[in-house]
DNA sequence: ACAAAGAATGAATAATGATTCACTACTTAT
DNA sequence: ATAAGTAGTGAATCATTATTCATTCTTTGT
């Protein structure tokens, strides 16, 4: 009975794993789940390839865990534009367009979590996702349709309508402008194109010229 | 100087080829490229593995093959379905029921042509694929614009839009419906999910409910 | 029937990449 | 300082697949 597991090295080892974690979601970022290697993070992150083994049962379950935090981060700013007060139409635009502002600034991680081929676990957490934004996007419509705010509509596939035009239109740009894509990252708030998304939605939405 | 190439032993090899295309085909219809192995396609079309390379280069060309054949296919369809004569904005509604039909009615297909990874030949292959259906939409919607039948737009951005809708609506399914899919394969020709996928992106495109 | 040429074969090889594990190095309590 | 236990290591292993190539089988012209 000499070693007993002690603060400092359950925050060592807490350190080691969000290293491991913030790589992984660097290397997605880059090149998406394809081209994040074990041994390339383990590299990024400055640890043997056996000591990922150490902090996550396989590679599916640490790709399922990047996969929920991004997800989760951009469902929460999602849900934040819709919880505002006022028009509901206005704020399902303000939300398509957090939306659709969010993946074309970061379009490689966008089509990790929208489409790229996964494994199953990691597949599963998709589907959770895919049924948060449902969720969400739904439920906006939902509500608009309630108050004559929308025409009726099937708002589950209104809203699938909406996810595959914007990812869509990020798959495009994404095998030529993957590199220069980084470089205009995060300067303008106003790109035409999303305007032009945004347009092609809300009209496919509402069926009134915008 | 015995042997040499004739006319039966051309023919033979020609079939051949075309049972590896086929099997090849199949392949991929059920379960995309990835699932379409060497192995598993040589022992679909009763050959030995290293025959499939007496026909072809290599995996990727045999891919690029394929996805070059059942894209022209589909291209030529909604090429015919705009070639009619009539209100431009009718045609287009037209050659969009029959893409999302033809998608629906074979989602994994679709999705392979459309969305799933692919090695750079292919990649290539798709990228022309996306060059003819962009010049079909577009050149449709731009067409109607002129005509005043459709509001001033990015023709381009709305083809984008519309064919992401559709794929999208395509690929939720994809996951759980995978089996069942094959069966409800060509009974029907109007189907209410198709409908309202129309009905979002004619909305989109014209800014008029329907 | 025979020999020359090509076609077909499929076991062996190569390449990639996840996972393991015998070992070393470090931490802790005594 | 030492022993017990844990974390870290990374070369070796395993698994999967595309590709090769020495060998066998077929076809053809004489």
New binding site residues.
């Given amino acids: ?6 603060e ?2 359950r925050n ?2 807490a350190e ?1 794993r969000k290293r491991i974690i913030e790589c992984t979601h660097e290397c997605v970022a880059e090149g998406g789940f394809r081209s994040a ?3 390339r993070i383990a590299a990024c992150a ?6 990922i ?3 996550f049962e ?3 379950d640490l790709f399922a865990e990047i996969f929920r935090i991004a997800t989760q981060r951009e469902v929460n700013r999602v849900a934040e534009a819709l919880a505002t007060e006022g028009d509901p139409v206005v704020r399902l635009e303000t939300a398509l367009r957090q939306f659709a502002e969010r993946a074309l600034r970061g379009p490689v991680m966008a089509w990790a979590l929208i489409a790229e081929p996964v494994d199953p676990k990691v597949e599963e957490e998709r589907l959770k996702f895919r049924r948060a934004y449902a969720e969400l996007f739904e439920q906006a419509i939902r509500e608009s349709i309630e108050e004559d705010s929308l025409p009726v509509q099937d708002a589950r596939q209104s809203s699938t309508c909406v996810v595959g035009a914007i990812a869509e239109s990020l798959v495009g740009p994404l095998s030529p402008a993957q590199a220069e894509g980084a470089d205009q990252a995060d300067k303008n708030d106003h790109d035409p194109l999303v305007d032009s998304i945004i347009c092609f939605c809300m009209q496919g939405l509402t069926g009134t010229r915008r």
Avoid at 1 to 6: F, H, N
Avoid at 46 to 51: C, I, L
């Fill in positions: 009975m000499a070693y007993r597991e002690t400092k090295m060592r080892k080691a290697q074990i041994t400055g640890v043997a390839t056996g000591t083994y150490r902090h396989s590679k599916e």
